[in-house]
């Protein structure tokens, strides 16, 4: 399993010197659009440890914005990522926290625009067939999200445990990749097989 520091850009730039991530000569992270972008001077300190860093997955940062009562539109995360997709491993699709069809159809035009987003499936809110939409197009590594908090939500569980059982069905659990967004439990890391995750727990792992 592939593990993702998704709170490393932020702790760096808080505490420049004598962090935990001092220890490793690289390390993956998890970065967010909405963190990132709306920063000069964070981007800017992001661009001078690139070479420390190895993997990238670059979140849009959708839920945060919801949060804040924010929208991120479509087209200013399709232009930014035309000047620096480059930098990142992987980017994640533009989501609409609540409207799991909004996210499909921003997947699908990302796509029609010539860019290769991860598809992210939300479970809290979504059904199985969402996710199965994103398997049949032909999808090999997608994220889940909403599993953060999945442990107080019977229905979350229940989705995913159908999305993990659709892909058993479908021989594809070694071809298709799954990354749970924001997966610090514990008892999600097991139960389910993962291919990657991130939490900013994981800066805590290897002490």
């Known amino acids: 399993m592939i593990y993702y520091h998704s709170g490393a850009i932020e ?16 390390f993956d992270i998890l970065t967010s659009f909405h963190y990132i972008a709306k920063s000069e001077r964070v981007f800017g300190f992001f661009k001078e440890q690139r070479s420390r860093i190895g993997k990238i997955i670059l979140d849009s940062g959708a839920y945060s914005a919801f949060t804040q ?41 990302m796509k029609k625009q010539g860019f290769s987003p991860v598809p992210v499936w939300h479970a809290s809110f979504s059904d199985v067939s969402y996710f199965k939409r994103y398997v049949d197009a032909g999808e090999r590594y997608i994220c889940f999200g909403g599993v953060a908090a999945a442990g107080v939500s019977n229905y979350t569980t229940g989705e995913i445990d159908k999305a993990f059982l659709y892909l058993r069905e479908k021989k594809l659990v070694d071809e298709v990749k799954i990354h749970g967004l924001g997966v610090g439990n514990a008892g999600y890391l097991e139960r389910y097989p993962w291919y990657s995750v991130d939490s900013s727990n994981v800066l805590f792992i290897y002490k």
């Open 11 to 26: 702790f760096l730039v808080s505490k420049r010197e004598n962090t935990e991530l001092d220890m490793f000569e690289k």
């Open 69 to 109: 009562k924010k929208n991120i539109p479509l087209k200013t995360y399709m232009s930014w990522l035309e000047k620096y997709s480059s930098l990142f491993t992987d980017y994640i699709a533009l989501d609409v926290i609540g409207d799991a069809e909004r996210t499909w159809l921003q997947f699908l035009e």
